[in-house]
Antibody
Framework: QVQLQESGPGLVKSSETLSLTCTVS????????WSWIRQSPGKGLEWIGY???????NYNPSLKSRLILSLDTSKNQFSLKLSSVTTADTALYYC?????????WGQGTLVTVTS | EIVLTQSPGTVSLSPGERVTLSCRAS???????LAWYQQKPGQAPRLLIY???SRATGIPDRFSGSGSGTDFTLTITRLEPEDFAMYFC?????????FGQGTKVEIK
């Protein structure tokens, strides 16, 4: 059974960079695409972007200028870096396996941006 | 981007009742690239339906999806106590993938 687990700081200061990692267990990261999705009361569910196991990426245009996704196949992990954060980036961040739709999700990690 | 509008915002029903949830797209979703999710408090969304009408693994047959183009529906034929939750639609026809704002199915 594939399992995903997000990790990273729960508090980030405004204007700094938000960094999260998703660790995949129960299956290989290779051969699949992997997404980040966030959820906030104001914006609902928002797809952030995906990275394929080849390293190619597809970002939501609303975040593209601030976003970098990467992966480490040796650790079966993929990561998100979102720069210049504001309080609007406060959300519950999920990682998920991307098959266009999302069957496997992490439990989510709450990131609060402080001003 | 494709905007998905779900209705109603909230519906109050009793166990055993039937419910139909709507998801309307701002432009046609080709090849029925639409999914439905259920989310309970403190949990990640759970995939119910993909391809507009295909049930995901392990989803009971009281859940069904239909529709095409811009209008899609999720029907729960007989509500069980565990079905009271939030429901979201998601399109994966065009990038960026987008979600509807959700419908809350609450106990009357």
């Amino acid at each position: 059974q594939v399992q995903l687990q997000e990790s990273g700081p729960g508090l980030v200061k405004s204007s700094e960079t938000l960094s999260l990692t998703c660790t995949v267990s129960g299956g290989s990261i290779s051969g699949y695409s992997w997404s980040w999705i966030r959820q906030s009361p104001g914006k609902g569910l928002e797809w952030i972007g995906y990275i394929k196991s080849t390293g190619s990426t597809n970002y939501n245009p609303s975040l593209k200028s601030r976003l970098i996704l990467s992966l480490d196949t040796s650790k079966n992990q993929f990561s998100l870096k979102l720069s210049s954060v504001t309080t609007a980036d406060t959300a519950l961040y999920y990682c998920a396996r991307d098959g266009d739709f999302f069957y496997y999700w992490g439990q989510g990690t709450l990131v609060t941006v402080t001003s | 981007e494709i905007v998905l509008t779900q209705s109603p915002g909230t519906v109050s029903l009793s166990p055993g009742e039937r419910v139909t949830l709507s998801c309307r797209a701002s432009q046609s979703v080709s090849s029925s690239y639409l999914a439905w999710y259920q989310q309970k408090p403190g949990q990640a969304p759970r995939l119910l339906i993909y391809g507009a009408s295909s049930r995901a693994t392990g989803i009971p047959d009281r859940f069904s999806g239909s529709g095409s183009g811009t209008d899609f529906t999720l029907t729960i034929t007989r509500l069980e106590p565990e079905d009271f939750a939030m429901y979201f639609c998601q399109q994966y026809d065009t990038s960026p993938r987008t979600f509807g704002q959700g419908t809350k199915v609450e106990i009357k």
